[in-house]
């Protein structure tokens, strides 16, 4: 199965500085790419999803970028707020077009804003 | 339009004892699943439903059965809990397959004393 692996577990940025969270994941079948942000007690929510035809997608201050080749992508927040304090995890599937095979999820970055 | 609706929000049981975990949703979404969130460990899936009438087993399923009920909802049942069930579990939903992000429950937080 997939096994997706999520760096760094911790990040501590000054506020209005840049963040980057990497994964890399297994299975070259797969090819959709989902970002999720988790609030303390709060349920994850999609902030941002790729699929293996696109290199990379912005909205706004957060970008995602996907190499296939290497197998990693990577989410980019930039010019942080205290609001982007929060729990951040990669998830990647194999979309078979039938099936749920379910998403693989990475560990979890804690992002935190320093003031 | 409430999404997908969990229930209980907190749970505390005994070793031994069994429970069941609802799970409904109003969206119209043929896939359904049931992952649990540990520290340190993500969001690891115990089981998920691709369609009314299919349930398959994800990556941890031991200790547990599902049942999907309607297209609406999916059931997480344990039959003899376990310490080591102690767990925030959280039920998802998506329209299709893998290929659309899933909408969460608000969780169920369970304690296994």
């Known amino acids: 199965g997939e096994n997706v692996e999520q760096h760094p577990s911790t990040l501590s940025v000054q506020e209005g500085d840049s963040a980057v969270i990497k994964c890399t994941y297994s299975d070259s079948a797969s090819n959709y790419f989902p970002w999720y942000k988790q609030e303390l007690g709060k349920r994850p929510q999609l902030i941002i999803d790729?699929?293996?035809?696109?290199g990379e997608k912005k909205d706004q201050r957060i970008a995602v970028t996907l190499n296939k080749t290497a197998k990693h992508f990577s989410l980019h927040i930039t010019e942080t707020q205290p609001e982007d304090s929060a729990v951040y995890f990669c998830?990647?599937?194999?979309?078979?077009?039938?099936?749920?095979?379910?998403?693989?999820f990475g560990k979890g970055t804690h992002l935190i804003i320093q003031p | 339009n409430a999404g997908v609706t969990q229930t209980p929000k907190f749970q505390v049981l005994k070793t031994g004892q069994s429970m069941t975990l609802q799970c409904a949703q109003d969206?119209?979404?043929?896939?359904m699943y049931w992952y649990r969130q540990d520290p340190g460990m993500g969001l690891r899936l115990i089981y998920y439903s691709a369609s009314e009438g299919t349930t398959d087993k994800g990556e941890v399923p031991n200790g547990y059965n599902v049942s999907r009920l309607n297209k609406r909802e999916f059931s997480l049942r344990l039959e003899s809990a376990a310490p080591s069930q102690t767990s925030v579990y959280f039920c998802?939903?998506?329209?299709?397959?893998?290929?659309?992000?899933?909408?969460f429950g608000s969780g169920t937080r369970l304690t296994v004393v």
């Open positions: 969206m119209n979404h043929n896939s």
């Open positions: 998802a939903s998506s329209a299709t397959a893998s290929a659309y992000g899933y909408t």
């Open positions: 998830a990647a599937t194999p979309y078979s077009g039938g099936g749920a095979d379910g998403l693989t």
């Open positions: 790729i699929r293996s035809n696109v």
